[in-house]
Nanobody, 125 residues
């Protein structure tokens, strides 16, 4: 299993970006929970969002709720994270990850077995 995160870049405050997480094998996105996490400079990695394997339910971290949207395209085997109303506090390396074992969506990093390489988002004022 390989995950490829992309779409990061530099934006100004209030701007938007769309991150993508592409899985290496067909049906991975359909069959497993996919989460996004981020690690701001000098801080610990934190939960951002997760989308469920079966029904596509979603869950968000408190700091991004209402601004970020996670979606998936099962046919393309890609999960997207739409980032809106960005602030400097959103500056971080963003990682996507796959949880093979949990029955329910998890916000804890330990539940995720496979991780992408990360993509950097920089928000400047």
């Amino acid at each position: 299993v390989q995950l490829q995160a992309s779409g990061g870049g530099s934006v100004q405050v209030g701007g938007s970006l769309t991150l993508s997480c592409a899985a290496s094998a067909p049906t991975l996105i359909r069959n497993y929970h996919i989460g996004w996490f981020r690690q701001p400079p000098g801080k610990d990695r934190e939960f951002v969002a997760v989308i469920a394997r079966s029904d596509g339910n979603t869950r968000y971290g408190d700091s991004v709720k209402g601004r970020f949207t996670i979606q998936k395209d099962n046919a393309k085997n890609i999960v997207y994270l739409q980032l809106n109303s960005l602030t400097p506090e959103d500056t971080a390396i963003y990682y996507c990850a796959l949880d093979r074992h949990s029955a329910r969506m998890q916000i804890y990093q330990g539940a995720y077995e496979y991780w992408g390489q990360g993509t950097l988002v920089t928000v400047s004022s």
